[in-house]
């Protein structure tokens, strides 16, 4: 079993409407909860980042987390064509400081 | 401010061909990370630095070498490239271990 499951999608949604991207992990040792954003020919950027269940809000974007079901998500309301990207979950491991990334579920936002 | 710098942003290599890519990053960070991404795989740690004078494997270091020449530089070396290499490789720093990593633009890898 993967430490972390993505979608990789592509996921189109038109402009406007809300979007949910998931990611499930198996390791209970992930204290970390985070949401990078890449842009196409660009490096990731980090957009989120988390530690506790529930929810974190930032602007449009807000980051969920349910540590007992071990299930991540990331909400954007309204979504414009800039939000076009591929996301990518992202959990730390404090114990052994070691990153472990999702593969990335690409969004494209249609005008 | 200029962050993290990767050179070359794109290179072709023969097969059993040498080359280096380098990375300089400007933000005093302490550590800094060489990953590669490939299609369905997602980004994958080559190798790590924790700080300068170490270095460390991460999940795929074979066929690769590093040397964090100084603070601010830590470059990734493929002594004999082989088409499996072909890829995105991305350098990467932060202060000190968290998951907030600040990454370069990527170098675009293709070995014929």
């Known amino acids: 079993q993967k430490e972390v499951e993505q979608d990789p999608g592509p996921l189109s949604v038109p402009e406007g409407a809300i979007v949910s991207l998931n990611c499930t992990y198996s390791n209970s040792a992930f204290q970390y909860f985070m949401w990078y954003r890449q842009y196409s020919r660009k490096g990731p950027e980090l957009l989120m980042y988390?530690?506790?269940?529930g929810n974190k809000e930032d602007g449009r974007f807000t980051a969920q987390v349910d540590k007992s079901s071990k299930y991540i998500s990331l909400f954007i309301r309204d979504s414009q064509p800039s939000d076009s990207a591929t996301y990518l979950c992202?959990?730390?491991?404090?114990?052994?400081?070691?990153?472990?990334f999702g593969t990335g579920t690409r969004l494209t936002i249609i005008p | 401010n200029a962050g993290v710098t990767q050179t070359p942003k794109f290179q072709v290599l023969k097969t059993g061909q040498s080359m280096t890519l380098q990375c300089a990053q400007d933000?005093?960070?302490?550590?800094m990370y060489w990953y590669r991404q490939d299609p369905g795989m997602g980004l994958r740690l080559i190798y790590y630095s924790a700080s300068e004078g170490t270095t460390d494997k991460g999940e795929v270091p074979n066929g690769y070498n590093v040397s964090r020449l100084n603070k601010r530089e830590f470059s990734l070396r493929l002594e004999s490239a082989a088409p499996s290499q072909t890829s995105v490789y991305f350098c990467a720093s932060n202060r000190d271990p968290s998951g907030e990593l600040f990454f370069g633009e990527g170098s675009r890898l293709t070995v014929l």
């Open positions: 933000m005093n960070h302490n550590s």
């Open positions: 992202a959990f730390f491991n404090f114990g052994n400081e070691k990153l472990t």
């Open positions: 988390t530690y506790s269940s």
